[in-house]
């Protein structure tokens, strides 16, 4: 995982290992990476890789919520947010 | 020029694609000839990439129901079903669909898509509703979701265990619960499993909508669809449908046991503001479907025309998404090899559908395949030779050896 940015949030380096397999580019992968942008991953590809995070964590994460997020960041943001909220 | 730069990497490639003459979104039907033939770039072709599941376009008993209703009631109605567009054909339609359906309540909207919408947004309230969707959906239900703006949550493609993981982690602050389903999913031509379904949903609480869109007419019994097939009709909280397939017309409808059903018909807004179908489609719809009641032998025809192509078609080694059902999809991972197999049925007189990711489950582009009961032996003779063609010239859409 040597494209993987210096980061010790467990749940970044969790997403960055789900979405590596689609990092078709082989861009380094940080915070601000945007999926579509980026790593040029359509919404739906984002969509189920969003569902095997969520089974991941045992939590729920809304399509309304992931349609706001862009960036890998936000992503972490979102699930440690839930997770608080359904901790 | 900033609003049209979002279109440029798309439209780039359907400017190439249609530059090159082979741009499977752009086909007209230049002369429509009959059920399933048609003249395409000049030449006269077996349509199966329209849903014409049960022939009824040239359905002689609807065509003459329609003409009738326009010589009576003239070429639209000019208003909405709330304002000032309900004749009493909408009326009749809807206890004829009721009946013919088992239920109690039935509401005609414009279109299947508009139906949906309609229902889904119709009966949520953001403020305290859920949604659960089948990751698979068609884009009508994704859309009616965010129409209602309520939280929306997608559990993996025909898994009931993944809806009841979803449900279980929901938090209790939600007063209504809706799970969305499909009976038949038009991509692959897989089936849900209803009753399962329809137990998780139910032991959480939660209300089950089913868009039997690809399957009424087509499974069950009485072709009630894949709720029937699965003998769970009670069960079914709302049902969704088309006029646009089976019934060959245009329109849509919800149906339920709850009587506040009719709730929609002021709740709903893409009932209220859009125009209700024509007194013609409303005959023609209504026509064909009581030849669906009183024509098994329909049902009988497509299946059996089902099971050959299918056969065939599994035969000639072609990767097939699914088992036999009146949607038959051929699996090519590369779309610029999809986009000219396709061109290359349609060479060899056969129009078949074109899917491409995202608008697919998975990577794979998709030649759909779409069975009619009005498929002649001659029309399946030529499907089948047309694909045992593409299986020699295109390798990438057979399974893997
Ligand atoms: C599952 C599903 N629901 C709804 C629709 C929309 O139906 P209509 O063509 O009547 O708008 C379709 C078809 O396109 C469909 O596949």
Redesign the interface.
Known sequence: MASVQGDDDLVFHKICSLFEPLNQKGVRLTRETDFIADLEV????V??VV?DI??NY???????TISEIRTIGDLVDAIHSIKK??A | MSLFEKFEKTAALYNQLSDAGMNPFTVVMETVLGPTRAVIRGKETVLAGTHNYLGQTFEPKAIAAAKEALDKEGTGTTGSRFANGTFSGHKRLEADLAAFLGMKHCVVFSTGFVANLGAIAGLIDPAEDVILID?DCHACI?DG?QLSGA????F?HNDPE?LD??LG???PKYKGKLVCIEGMYSMYGDTAPVKEFAEVAHRHGAYLLVDEAHSFGVYGAKGRGVSEADGVMDSIDFYTGTFSKALAAIGGFVASNHKELEYLRFSSRPYKFTASPSPATVASAGAALKVIKETPALKEKLWANTRRLHAALTQFGLRLAAPPAPVISVLIADRETAFAAWNFLLEHGVYVNMAI??GTPGKDSLLRLAVSSAHTAEDLDRLVAAYGALAQAFPAARVAA
């Not at chain 1, 359509?42 to 590809?45: A, L």
């Not at chain 1, 045992?58 to 309304?64: G, L, T």
């Open positions: 359509d919404s739906v590809s969509l189920d569902m969520e089974d045992d939590i729920s994460i809304p399509v309304n909220r359904q | 990751a994704y979701c939280e929306t949550i997608r993996r993944s993981k979803r982690r929901l938090d990711p995202p």
